[in-house]
């Protein structure tokens, strides 16, 4: 698995699930990030920097979860720049054979979800390769690369119809859509009753992705209800309103409890493009866990068509789905909703979608 998030940091995605799940149904796999560089030296102080320089030197595999994980290093950052491929003064190389060492190289299949990480499909050998693209890639460096991985897959399955739909004519078999999901009995288990929740919530990347404008319009119209955002904290400070608390992040073990808590959680997504094609892990993990949600009304997350779940397009109308959503205890069926959505399930679904896709060597395992 190429993918662009470390199993170090704050932040649990897609591929750190697909990664246990597949381990737990007896594959061998191993989970490569994008690599730290030197000049994320510069950020030493953020934990997450410092997590993923202490995985990457020396350059080692690391079993979380049944998967094994590495963080490979270059000299710098893998960002759009004029540069497509980084300098990794071999790093590369010697993590392909680690992985050899360890019988993990030449894959079966290699599901890479980082356009940028394509260079390492030169020397990272498989029989099948499968794009698992989770974002509208909108700059143009991710956008080339992520043309080169169309080139070079087999197969392609998108977390929602849009990013598929986003990518253009030339996606490998046309492509499937397998959305993100939930542990559900992780978030599901030991509810608390709706009278001892309060508040609203968010957790996740506090980046340019994310309207701070709506969130503060929401505090301002609601001063009687506490606004706690979690997740790491903005590069470039915010004005918030008094009943706005930036939490910092969380640690994923805790995340459960903190959920069970809150009567709304909210998903507060911006107009930025990439948006559009998002399929949020929070949408059905703050189902799970028994709130009702407050969303951006974007075409991946009103698809799902949940109840317990108020999509808005503008202010007022995200100050009338607020008003809605905090009048009443959820329905059971926001949660009912999201069993069907556990990783062990998508999981196979993944599975299932890259066997019937062709091999890169044609064979189709027929005499």
């Known amino acids: 698995m190429l993918s662009h998030t470390s199993g170090t940091g704050p932040f649990r995605v897609g591929s750190h699930h697909l990664a246990r799940e597949f381990a737990l149904s007896g594959h061998d796999v191993a989970h490569i990030s994008t690599p730290i560089s030197l000049v994320h030296l510069a950020m030493w102080r953020r934990t997450e920097i410092r997590e993923r320089f202490k995985a990457?030197?020396?350059l080692r595999l690391t079993q979380i979860e049944g998967a094994e994980y590495a963080v490979p290093w270059s000299v710098l950052p893998l960002t759009p720049s004029r540069f497509d491929r980084p300098i990794t003064l071999g790093s590369t190389r010697r993590l392909a054979g680690l992985l050899k060492s360890r019988g993990l190289l030449p894959a079966d299949l290699v599901l890479i979800d980082q356009p940028l990480l394509e260079y390492a499909l030169d020397v990272f050998v498989a029989s099948k390769v499968v794009y698992r693209p989770t974002d509208i890639n909108v700059d143009a460096t991710t956008r080339r690369a992520e043309l080169r991985v169309l080139r070079r897959s087999q197969g392609v399955i998108a977390t929602s119809e849009m990013v598929l739909e986003r990518l253009g004519q030339g996606v490998p078999g046309g492509g499937v859509v397998v959305p993100n999901g939930v542990e559900f009995t992780r978030f599901a288990s030991n509810p608390v009753a709706w009278s001892d929740r309060s508040g609203v919530?968010?957790?996740?990347?506090?980046?340019?992705?994310f309207d701070w404008d709506l969130v503060n319009f929401l505090a301002e119209k609601h001063p009687q209800e506490v606004f706690s955002l979690y997740g790491p904290r903005p590069s470039i400070a915010r004005a918030v309103g008094r009943n706005i608390k930036l939490m910092g992040p969380v640690n994923y073990a805790s995340l459960p409890d903190i959920l069970r808590h809150h009567r709304v959680g909210i998903l507060p997504l911006n107009s930025d493009p990439s948006n559009l094609g998002r399929s949020p892990m929070k949408l059905?993990?703050?189902?799970?866990?028994?709130l009702r949600v407050v969303s951006s009304g974007t075409p991946a997350i009103a698809a799902h068509g949940y109840p317990d779940v108020h999509c808005y397009s503008?202010?007022?109308?995200?100050?009338?789905a607020l008003n809605a959503a905090l009048a009443v205890p959820p329905t059971v069926a926001g949660v009912a909703a999201?069993?069907?959505m556990d990783w062990s399930e998508r999981a196979k679904l993944v599975l299932a979608a890259c066997a019937r896709m062709p091999r890169a060597d044609g064979f189709d395992g027929t005499a």
């Not at 059905?284 to 028994?290: M, P, R």
């Open 56 to 58: 990457a030197v020396p």
């Open 201 to 209: 919530v968010y957790v996740g990347a506090l980046d340019h992705r």
């Open 284 to 290: 059905h993990e703050y189902l799970a866990s028994g």
């Open 314 to 320: 503008s202010e007022a109308e995200a100050n009338i």
């Open 338 to 340: 999201t069993r069907a």
